[in-house]
């Protein structure tokens, strides 16, 4: 698991938006894919006077730069030094509970088969006020990890559980590795269009806790609980789009009109999302 300069980044405009005022807690420890001076100067860029000094590209070294007064990792073993050592599958000690002000998943939920019992010890482990971020494979990543989220698992699951300021977004990136740019497209809740890229997608989800949050309520998808109203209006131009491209003329069409296909067909980038976020 690891966090490349895009997530550093995110992470940086989340702090600069509420700042830590309590612990961070990562599930399983994080690799840094970057250097000290590049994270001091990541830092500065965003507008934020390190509160430590940075001299090794360490997960903690770079929560406690954001101000953090102690920075652990809860990991199935301790063979990377976790502080926690306990297996998500089961649920976690209740002396744990409430007493992180931030818990970032960079890439931990995927791994774990009972993803329900993960959420739960998640929430649990959140204090009240406190954050958890969602760095999770959506598209791309066959045999990562033992799934791909969609973006509606964490809008659906944080709403259904009191939770506030779900926000919930697509990070594209074009290569696999961690240093990649993102385009990062917001979803609202009930976006229920396919998103297929020929480059990798994740879901990154923020969520903040309540007094009266919890963990354990099941959601029903947004778009079956609620339908939109736009459901069953006629759509003309996507019917006349994969009309066109059905037809034997469909491949020059597809070539002629492919600067358009976006506003057309809502399975490609941006989705009918509106225009990214890029960070580098």
Same mark, same amino acid.
């Given at each position: 698991m690891? /966090?490349?300069p ?7 405009? &989340?702090?600069? +938006?509420?700042? %830590?005022?309590g ?12 250097s *000290?001076?590049?994270? !001091?100067? /990541?830092?500065?860029a +965003? ?10 590209a360490? !997960?903690v070294?770079?929560?406690?730069a &954001? ?16 502080? %926690?050592?306990?297996? &998500?599958n089961?649920?976690? *000690?209740?002396?744990?509970?409430g ?5 970032v998943?960079?890439?931990?939920? +995927? ?7 993960a /959420? ?14 969602h ?6 990543y066959a045999?990562?990890?033992f799934?791909?989220?969609s973006?509606?698992?964490f809008? !659906? ?11 919930v ?12 740019? =993102?385009?990062?497209y ?24 309540t ?15 609620? *339908? ?7 759509r003309?131009?996507?019917?006349? =789009?994969w ?5 034997p003329?469909g491949?020059?069409?597809?070539? %002629? ?11 490609? *980038?941006? =989705?009918g ?7 580098r």
């Open positions: 690891g /966090l490349g895009p997530a550093l980044r995110f992470l940086c405009r &989340l702090v600069r +938006e509420h700042p %830590l005022d612990p961070v807690l990562t599930l399983g420890r994080q690799a840094l894919v970057s *000290p001076r590049a994270i !001091d100067r /990541l830092l500065h +965003e507008g934020i006077t390190p509160a430590a000094p940075i001299t090794t360490t !997960d070294a770079f929560f406690r &954001l101000g953090a007064p102690r920075v652990e990792a809860l990991d199935v073993s301790a063979y990377e030094g976790a502080e %926690l050592v306990h297996d &998500l089961q649920p976690i *000690p209740q002396a744990w509970a007493q992180y002000a931030l818990v998943d960079g890439g931990t939920l +995927e791994h774990v088969l009972d993803v329900r019992q /959420l739960r010890n998640v929430a649990a482990l959140v204090a009240v006020g406190g954050r958890v971020v760095f999770s494979p959506s598209s791309n045999d990562h990890g799934y791909s989220f973006p509606t698992l809008h !659906d699951h944080y709403a259904a559980n009191g939770w506030d300021d779900v926000r977004w697509v990070a594209e990136h074009d290569r696999t590795s961690p240093t990649a740019p =993102w385009r990062l917001a979803v609202p809740r009930g976006h229920a269009t396919a998103k297929t890229s020929r480059h990798r997608l994740a879901a990154v989800a923020v969520a903040t806790k007094p009266t949050s919890s963990g354990d309520r099941i959601p029903v998808q947004a778009i079956y609980a609620a *339908p939109p109203a736009s459901v069953g209006r006629p003309p131009l996507r019917r006349l =789009w009309w066109v491209a059905g037809s003329v491949p020059a069409a597809r070539w %002629l009109l492919h600067p358009l296909v976006p506003a057309v067909d809502r399975t490609r *980038p941006p =989705w999302l509106g225009r990214p976020v890029r960070l």
